[in-house]
């Protein structure tokens, strides 16, 4: 009877946090803030962590997740450590826990790839490829294939510079989740773009602008960044100065409003090659902005 009873307790709990959870992922798809965003993913991690700390909590490894990647994403390296923090947490449930289905194996991919991330950014390859090859022995163990391989794929192959890893992926890939497919994709955009092939950047550009259309709202603020920065690359190599100067300001936008500190580094750096004029900060940029060049 007391068994039945802490089951029964234990349930309620998870319905608790998965409605929180899904709560703040709607939140965090409008929210114009991703600190203001980590506060609130503190505020009940804070709360629930207490009170789940008998049972493994699948809900609570979603939740260490998304605060996690939202650390991550803001490029703020000295808070890393608390994403590892969390991610450690993470892995600590799901490595424990065992649920059949994709919700599971794309979560244990994804915390993984995540946990890589912090040891990149700390310019630990070794590690951070040694973790990759800890997921992969996972998913070959648990027999959650389930394509959340291609996550892990794909970081080895920014840690490992193999171009033959993405272009593979991109080949045999099973998945049919849009949102990775849009992930497979970009990774092989930018592929050729280093190449400066652009013939076949071309081809995957118009692919990648369709389902941008398509995920709408699904679609991460920072990977529309992202593809906003790709797309100025692809324009400027095609030598359509006005399209360039038009996407590079649309990423500018977007890594200084949700402070993408990373993001916005690097496009600064390859601002350098393109000289596009940057205006002062006077408040927020205007929606889909354009900067003129000098």
């Known amino acids: 009877m007391r068994r039945d009873l802490l089951i029964s307790s234990y349930s309620l709990l998870e319905a608790d946090i998965a409605k929180v959870n899904s709560d703040l992922?709607?939140?965090?798809?409008?929210?114009?803030?991703?600190?203001?965003?980590?506060?609130?993913?503190?505020?009940?991690?804070?709360?629930?962590?207490?009170?789940?700390?008998?049972y493994y909590s699948f809900e609570m490894a979603k939740m260490y997740y998304q605060c996690s990647f939202l650390i991550i994403n803001t490029g703020d390296i000295n808070k890393?450590?608390?994403?590892?923090?969390?991610?450690?947490?993470?892995?600590?449930?799901?490595?424990?826990?065992?649920?059949?289905?994709?919700?599971?194996a794309n979560l244990y991919a994804q915390i993984y790839y995540l946990y890589s991330i912090v040891f990149e950014h700390r310019g630990d390859k070794n590690k951070a490829l040694a973790i990759c090859e800890e997921a992969s022995r996972g998913i070959k163990y648990k027999k959650i294939f389930d394509n959340c391989t291609d996550v892990?794929?794909?970081?080895?192959?920014?840690l490992t510079g193999d171009k033959d890893i993405i272009v593979n992926i991109n080949d045999a890939s099973k998945e049919t989740d849009l949102l990775e497919i849009f992930q497979n994709r970009r990774r092989l955009f930018q592929l050729y773009l280093n190449l400066h092939d652009i013939d076949n950047a071309k081809t995957i550009f118009y692919e990648l602008k369709f389902m941008v259309s398509l995920l709408g709202n699904r679609l991460d603020k920072i990977y529309i960044g992202m593809y906003y920065r790709d797309a100025a690359r692809f324009y400027y190599l095609s030598k359509e100065k006005k399209e360039s100067e038009l996407y590079f300001g649309k990423a500018m936008h977007i890594f200084e409003h949700y402070e993408f500190i990373g993001q916005k580094k690097m496009i600064l750096q390859e601002n350098e090659e393109y000289r596009f004029r940057i205006p002062k900060k006077e408040g927020k940029y205007e929606k889909d902005s354009c900067y003129t060049s000098t």
């Open 25 to 54: 992922k709607k939140e965090y798809l409008i929210y114009g803030s991703y600190e203001k965003l980590v506060v609130l993913y503190l505020t009940y991690i804070c709360k629930y962590e207490a009170l789940t700390v008998n």
């Open 80 to 104: 890393f450590e608390m994403a590892e923090k969390y991610l450690e947490k993470a892995i600590n449930i799901i490595e424990n826990l065992y649920r059949p289905g994709k919700e599971y």
């Open 152 to 158: 892990i794929g794909r970081q080895v192959y920014l």
